[in-house]
């Protein structure tokens, strides 16, 4: 597995723990947990959900000065507490500093999210300033 150049002091807890990684692509887990919930039937909130599928997108291009600049996702499938989330992330474009990612969010085989990420990579890191 290559190692991730990237949101290297992430909390794995809250977006996901690196499976496999290599250029253009990643596998991300991540295990729902209580403070994730948002109601007594066990909901797990969205951005959770969310924040897995960007990690993974990150990761997939690998790069310490990637950043985020738009994303268009499906949530499919409500996730519950104590689900194991496996995201999956592939550069599909590549253009430039853009890299446009795709994104599939499962719980087992049952899609939860799926979405296209458009990341840049830039010369610096993004609060070094102009």
């Known amino acids: 597995?290559?190692?991730?150049?990237?949101?290297?002091?992430?909390?794995?807890?809250?977006?996901?723990?690196p499976l496999e990684l290599r250029p253009g692509y990643a596998r991300c887990r991540l295990t729902t947990r209580d403070e994730m919930v948002v109601d007594?039937?066990?909901?797990?909130?969205?951005?959770?959900?969310?924040?897995?599928?960007?990690?993974?997108?990150?990761?997939?291009v690998n790069d310490p000065n990637v950043v985020l600049g738009a994303a268009e996702t499906r949530f499919l499938a409500p996730v519950r507490k104590?689900?194991?989330?496996?995201?999956?992330?592939?550069i599909r474009t590549t253009k430039g500093r853009k890299r446009v990612v795709d994104v599939v969010?499962?719980?087992?085989?049952r899609e939860v999210l799926r979405g296209?990420?458009?990341t840049f990579v830039l010369d610096r890191h993004?609060?070094?300033g102009r």
């Open 1 to 17: 597995m290559t190692a991730p150049a990237t949101h290297l002091q992430t909390e794995s807890r809250l977006v996901g723990t």
């Open 105 to 109: 969010v499962r719980v087992g085989a």
């Open 126 to 128: 993004v609060l070094s």
């Open 40 to 60: 007594a039937a066990g909901l797990v909130h969205g951005g959770f959900t969310f924040g897995l599928a960007d990690y993974a997108a990150m990761l997939a």
């Open 82 to 90: 104590g689900e194991v989330l496996l995201a999956e992330a592939q």
């Open 116 to 118: 296209r990420f458009d």
